[in-house]
């Protein structure tokens, strides 16, 4: 279902304010850069915040904290993801924030259809866009 330019640029504006209010709470003593993601799905708003643990590699990212709090609730389909990371480098654009690769095959697998927004960038990113021809398991897609 495709949605009035207007209607989705007030879930674009609604998901990012919730994106950056909660990256406030990532928990990142390591890398120092926070980030939040505001999903939503079956008209649900779900969060996530990136969180970090002294072993570095099992850190989990904001958005894949987020698509995970949606699944669990049972809110489907997911249709937006919007990104915000709070610590940009100096000189780095806020629209660099973008997923990183594990999420965006979280996002192939979970939300094939939703649109990303990130700050800085009116326009959304569709995932196939971000992640075209992704990994599937082709017998265990379900509909
Ligand atoms: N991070 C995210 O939360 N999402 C991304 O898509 C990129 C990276 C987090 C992971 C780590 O806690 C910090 O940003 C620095 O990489």
Redesign the pocket.
């Known amino acids: 279902m495709s949605l009035s330019p207007e209607d989705e640029a007030a879930i674009r504006t609604r998901l990012l304010k919730i994106a950056r209010q909660v990256a406030a709470r990532a928990y ?1 003593p ?2 120092g ?1 926070r ?1 939040g993601a505001a999903v939503q799905a079956g008209g649900q708003v779900f969060i996530g915040v ?1 969180v ?1 643990n002294s072993s570095y590699g099992l ?1 989990l ?3 894949r904290a987020a698509l995970a709090a949606a699944v669990a609730a049972g809110a489907h389909p997911i249709t937006h993801l919007a ?1 915000v ?1 709070l610590d940009i480098p100096v000189g780095g654009r806020p629209e660099d ?4 690769g594990a ?1 965006r095959q979280w996002l192939a697998e979970l939300a094939p259809e939703a649109i990303i927004y990130i700050e800085g960038r009116e326009a959304g990113w569709r995932v196939k866009e971000l992640l075209p021809l992704a990994f599937q398991l082709k017998d265990s897609r379900k509909t």
Do not use: D, H, K, T
């Open positions: 990142a390591y890398s850069f980030v990136n970090e850190s990212c904001a958005e990104l990371g924030c973008l997923p990183c999420c």
